[in-house]
């Protein structure tokens, strides 16, 4: 399988983990002379190591990360990097995530 294809699967399989989304560098993706799919930009192959960056929407980490592992493990058999190490990265965590579901209509102090 080549690298475009398995980083794609890999990235619609993530998309499924409701609380986690690509890392992915700040400029515009709807650029025009951008001819590659931005969200691959979170996800790196080595012969040796998959990683995957994220930006976490919910917490805990914990289960949310058990969940990506789980959405990718399936992906990666029977491929080069089958064997890989998986380094899952936590690049950062959304604000919203600190706001509990009840409170996310409300401002603070109002």
Excluded: C, Y
């Amino acid at each position: 399988m080549a690298k475009t294809d398995l980083v794609a699967e890999l990235l619609d399989a993530l998309a499924k983990v409701d609380g986690l989304r690509p890392a992915t560098p700040l400029a515009p993706p709807n650029q025009t002379w951008m001819w590659w799919d931005w969200q691959s930009l979170a996800v790196d192959l080595d012969d040796e190591v998959v990683r995957i960056r994220f930006v976490a929407t919910k917490l805990p980490l914990p289960p949310l990360l058990r969940a990506a592992e789980g959405a990718v493990r399936p992906i990666l058999r029977g491929t080069a990097w089958e064997t890989a190490a998986l380094t899952l990265v936590v690049a950062d965590i959304d604000g919203e995530a600190f706001t509990p579901m009840r409170d996310r209509d409300h401002t603070i102090g109002s």
